[in-house]
């Protein structure tokens, strides 16, 4: 018994040093992969299409795309072992309506994975046109909305050549019935599922943690390293792992000198290779690919000078200022609001309360930059026409990008807090999926029992 109990408390021992020595969770098989993306885009195409058609008051969905020019909307329902369309492909969903499910036809030779059927016989029609147009006069459908969009490429995904030879083929009866289906595409690609959401939280999470190595002494040596030197760990990083970003990392520097800081430059001209050094408050723009889902994340680190413990006061308020600006954006965060009214009610509070913010938010999800509302860009505070009038909805998520401006004047000069993190909003309100920064961090990080 004696034996046995020194075994569990080793083993407990053990499994506690590598819980505490483990900084990434767990990063799924592609084949653990590939089975997660199916299963979530199975739920998507019983459980959620249906309810967005019927909302958006569409009952024939027709998505074309050719190999290589890939409609974004297709991009998001090809299965897993689907890397491209093949040839042309071509998706038709269809309500019966009655609350039957949908129809969920593929107008090509073979299926798509195991939930679009194929429904092109060449025996009988030789031409996938005539094909695809046998469908529509079969169902006869009141509304057929293609993927053209003024206001959003994600939706705007029908070249060309194949709407016009769609509208060549298509009987004359039936072109009155064309519509975009901009709305139902947006719905799609910004709403969030359960399952999504089951995962998402992780995603964020090993996204957060990356930010946290690169933001320590196990990347960064004051005097040496370079901005640029941590930008190309994170890349490095996330290709190590199995991820990918979907854009370039950025590292800038802000400290006590005679240059002004333009937050404008991270969005315009990137600025350049910089030596870290003691005293410096680092900004890191970061974002990973997983699952299908996107992070886009900002935070900061301070580098402690000789001497230092923590981060002086005068920066922790400053960030304090940040934070509070975030919670004066989300606090506006209601259902049918407009992404313009929510940034013009946001500024009037933040000035309220003497906070010099802008704010740039946008949807999150299967893209970075995703559809849904524009609640802002850097270059554009007093609203954004088509994407800002857009309506906030329930189960979609945001990335919550601001800054705000605030004078040091123990550095004679107006600084950045610039900060974003993914959140999520449904009928309970507004949430961070994995937390978000309320402390800078410090370079190195404090130890607590050295004093």
């Known amino acids: 018994m004696r034996f046995l109990l020194y075994a569990i408390f080793c083993i407990s021992q053990l499994i506690l040093f590598s819980s505490a020595a483990q900084t990434i969770p767990t990063i799924l098989s592609e084949r653990q992969r590939a089975e997660a993306v199916d299963a979530i885009l199975e739920d998507r195409f019983e459980n959620l299409l249906p309810q967005l058609m019927r909302r958006e008051g569409v009952d024939m969905w027709v998505i074309i795309s050719r190999e290589y020019n890939e409609d974004p909307v297709m991009k998001t329902m090809l299965p897993s ?168 990392p950025t590292v800038d520097i802000q400290r006590a000198d005679a240059t002004n800081f333009d937050h404008l430059r991270t969005f315009a001209k990137r600025p350049g290779q910089q030596v870290i050094l003691p005293g410096d408050l680092l900004h890191l723009d970061f974002g990973i690919t997983y699952l299908r889902l996107n992070t886009d994340q900002q935070q900061h680190a301070y580098v402690l000078k000789p001497g230092e413990t ?56 299967v893209h970075g930059h995703a559809a849904g509302p524009t609640i802002g860009m850097w270059d554009a505070q007093g609203g954004i026409k088509g994407p800002g009038d857009y309506p906030l909805f329930d189960n979609t998520a945001y990335s919550i990008e601001l800054n705000a401006a605030v004078k040091i004047e123990e550095w004679n000069k107006t600084i950045r807090i610039m900060l974003e993190e993914d959140g999520y909003y449904d009928k309970t309100g507004f949430r961070y999926i994995n937390g978000r920064q309320t402390e800078v961090y410090t370079i190195p990080r404090k130890i607590e029992y050295v004093r």
Not at 170 to 194: C, G, I, M, N
């Open 81 to 248: 072992t689907w890397l491209s369309a093949r040839r042309r492909t071509i998706m038709v969903f269809y309500d019966p309506g009655e609350n039957k499910p949908l129809d969920k036809l593929a107008i090509a030779r073979y299926d798509v994975g195991t939930l679009l059927k194929g429904e092109w016989d060449i025996s009988s029609n030789p031409d996938q046109w005539d094909a695809l147009m046998k469908v529509i006069q079969q169902k006869n459908p009141k509304k057929i909305a293609l993927n053209f969009s003024k206001n959003y490429a994600h939706a705007d995904g029908l070249t060309h050549t194949e709407q016009q030879e769609f509208m060549e083929k298509l009987p004359k009866a039936f072109h009155a019935r064309v519509t975009s289906a901009d709305r139902l595409a947006v719905a799609w690609l910004e709403t969030r599922t359960e399952k999504e959401m089951a995962i998402y939280p992780m995603i964020c999470r090993i996204s957060h943690q990356i930010i946290q190595e690169a933001f320590s002494e196990k990347v960064i040596q004051p005097g040496v390293t370079t901005t640029d030197d941590v930008v190309w760990f994170l890349r490095q990083r996330v290709t190590d792992l199995g991820l990918d970003t979907w854009f370039h």
């Open 310 to 365: 923590d981060v002086p006061d005068y920066l922790k308020k400053a960030f304090q200022q940040g934070n509070r600006l975030q919670e004066i954006l989300t606090e506006q965060f209601t259902a049918g609001k407009s992404g313009n009214q929510i940034l013009a009610d946001a500024l009037a509070q933040s000035q309220k309360e003497a906070i010099n913010g802008t704010i740039y938010t946008h949807p999150i999800g």
